[in-house]
């Protein structure tokens, strides 16, 4: 009797051992693996570029001139944006076409953060302005006029890019 006692006793030590190295393996799984790429707008913490804004526009208003008639650019669907005082930093986070538009109404630059592949209709971009394409997976991205012909195309290299926004109707960043 004492025999059977003792097997079922190693049984049962294996099991338990069994159980705990299984545990232990998934959870050294979900702490090793990467994070999955989820389309939403990365944060200024995630690793990037940091830019500088250029002065302000030379045919820019002065604050106390502001037209009231003047409109703030967007783009529609919406995206992240920030506003950054001319001469003032900001972060282009990995995967994102980062533009610099011009606000008539802040007396700052509008940069727009493109993250989640789509055709942006882009409304008030006028004048000149910038863009940095840090988008990852070799993507190319257009500019659009109003009948929907490419005005321009081209791929992430890392280099800041002066643009005239004035002809621009939308963006495709993928």
Do not use: K
């Not at 208003?61 to 967007?74: G, I």
């Not at 008539?104 to 727009?112: A, D, V």
């Not at 302005?129 to 500019?143: A, C, H, L």
């Amino acid at each position: 009797m004492r025999r059977m006692d003792s097997v079922h006793g190693v049984r049962a030590r294996r099991s338990v051992l069994g159980l705990v190295g299984a545990l232990a393996l998934m959870l050294a799984a979900v702490f090793t693996a990467g994070p999955a790429q989820a389309a939403v707008a990365s944060d200024d913490s995630a690793v990037g570029r940091v830019l500088t804004a250029p002065p302000a526009p030379q045919d820019a208003q002065s604050a106390s001139t502001r037209s009231a008639a003047a409109n703030s650019p967007s783009v529609s669907p919406s995206a992240r944006s920030i506003h950054v005082a001319p001469g003032g930093t900001f972060s282009c986070p990995s995967g994102n076409l980062c533009t610099e538009v011009w606000d008539p109404t802040t007396g700052s630059w509008e940069i727009f953060f493109l993250y989640s592949c789509n055709r942006y209709s882009v409304s008030y971009w006028d004048g000149a302005g910038y863009y940095y394409d840090f988008q990852t997976g070799g993507v190319t991205s257009y500019f659009y006029g109003q009948s929907g012909n490419v005005l321009h195309s081209f791929r992430p290299d890392s280099a800041l890019h002066s643009y005239t926004w004035t002809p621009v109707w939308s963006i495709r960043n993928c």
